[in-house]
């Protein structure tokens, strides 16, 4: 099965730009999502398709793709964007679903 | 309001089963496809099973494949999963998961609260 590779810690300054990728050979065919969580908390979906924000998502999420990478960008990171953030995508091998590791972001 | 109520986590034996049960409300099930994924305490989401809209088409995560059965109700409302021969790595938080399609890419909507499976002697 295909991997998805995340840095597993991140951060940024309040207010700042920051990017979140996450590597994998199948997302040069596929589509990624990005979800947030908070500990304690289910995930909630930030980012999927090509760029899309489900309701009530701020819009500084936003979502990009470029070869085998995709990346989530927080413009204007806040103290309530501190989580874990992990991408999904499918696995180009059997078809199924598979995750990055996730990505630890904290706000300074 | 779309609700996913997850229920039947508890503590088991190696070796043991268990069902887990996923009531939907605020939507019609049958029009999605539905997952699950697990969290084993402190690490990160792993996927492990889904169901197509009708019951006729099931996968799994080759780490429960044989061991874990995924099933459906559409007019109860309701997603299973049946866990045999349980082992302590598949002691986690297991979420129900909604999957619309995207270009055919399920993307998880909208999560359940999450039930706690602890297998141990």
């Known amino acids: 099965s295909s991997e998805l590779t995340q840095d597993p810690t991140v951060s940024v300054a309040l207010g700042q730009t920051v990017r979140i990728t996450c590597q994998g050979d199948?997302?040069?065919?596929?589509?990624a999502s990005w979800y947030q969580q908070k500990p304690g908390q289910a995930p909630l979906l930030v980012i999927y398709g090509k760029n899309y924000r489900p309701s009530g998502i701020p819009d500084r999420f936003s979502g990009s793709s470029s070869g085998n990478t995709v990346s989530l960008t927080i413009t204007g990171a806040q103290a309530e964007d501190e989580a874990d953030y992990y991408c999904?995508?499918?696995?180009?091998?059997?078809?199924?679903?598979?995750f990055g590791g996730g990505t630890r972001l904290t706000v300074l | 309001e779309v609700q996913l109520v997850v229920s039947g986590g508890d503590l088991v034996q190696p070796g043991g089963s268990l069902r887990l049960s996923c009531a939907a409300s605020?939507?019609?099930?049958?029009?999605?496809?539905m997952h699950w994924v697990r969290q084993a305490p402190g690490k990160g989401l792993v996927w492990v099973s889904r169901i197509n809209t009708g019951g006729t088409v099931t996968n799994y995560a080759d780490s429960v494949r044989g061991r874990f059965t995924i099933s459906r109700d559409n007019a109860e409302n309701t997603v299973f999963l049946q866990m045999s021969s349980l082992r302590a790595e598949d002691t986690a938080v297991y979420y129900c998961v909604r999957s619309p399609q995207y270009r055919g890419d399920h993307y998880f909507d909208y999560w359940g609260q999450g039930t706690l499976v602890t297998v141990s002697s």
């Open positions: 605020g939507f019609t099930l049958s029009n999605y496809w």
């Open positions: 199948s997302l040069r065919s596929y589509y």
């Open positions: 999904k995508s499918r696995d180009s091998s059997d078809n199924h679903v598979v």
